[in-house]
């Protein structure tokens, strides 16, 4: 029978968060005392008032790390999660597209619907066209339908919701920014002094 250590081990490693993380080498404990509000607001998770975070700021605020860190805290309170770097989720999703390909887009983008808790890295930073907002209008509204039950979702960005959404496609904008708006809780991240 594994240990509770052992299991969070290996929902660690299933949770695609980057090594640094994964592993300890960077935490909570790593962040500068600029990135207390957004940490403050990760012990609200999951409650009605904070059904989840949108955190924004330019390079270099630790939106990445404060999400990362607290799935990382998640998993080893016993829960199931997944991070995924927005870029290379929609490599994967065209990749998906192949013929020889393991996972079909319908499964990827489910997959991400149903884990209790999501991370989406650097939101906006994919290359912006109708497919790309259509996949992530999809998995937003995914999370938005099934919201019963104790899960979570945190978004990083470098834009403002409203600025975010005004590089995706004209047919989906409005439904992103409005499941954006629904599902998370804004915190502005500021560069440490």
């Not at 909570?28 to 924004?56: E, I």
């Not at 991400?112 to 259509?134: I, W």
């Not at 959404?165 to 002094?193: D, Q």
């Amino acid at each position: 029978m594994p240990t509770t250590a052992e299991l969070a081990a290996i929902r660690l490693r299933a949770s695609g968060l980057p090594e640094d993380y994964a592993t300890g080498r960077r935490g909570f404990t790593d962040l500068p005392p600029a990135a207390s509000d957004a940490v403050a607001m990760c012990q609200l998770l999951g409650q009605p008032a904070v059904p989840g975070l949108y955190l924004w700021g330019p390079a270099g605020t630790f939106k990445t790390s404060v999400a990362a860190s607290q799935l990382v805290r998640q998993i080893y309170n016993g829960a199931v999660g997944v991070y995924v770097y927005v870029p290379d989720l929609m490599d994967e999703i065209l990749a998906s597209y192949a013929d020889d390909a393991d996972e079909t887009a319908k499964v990827i983008i489910q997959r991400l619907v149903d884990t209790p808790h999501l991370v989406l890295d650097d939101l906006g930073k994919e290359k912006r066209s109708e497919h790309s907002a259509r996949r992530i209008l999809q998995i937003l509204d995914g999370r938005y339908r099934r919201r019963a039950g104790s899960g979570w979702l945190v978004v990083t960005s470098n834009d403002p919701i409203t600025q975010l959404c005004e590089g995706y496609h004209e047919n989906f904008a409005g439904p992103i920014a409005r499941r954006l708006s629904e599902m998370t809780v804004k915190v502005p991240m500021e560069r440490a002094a």
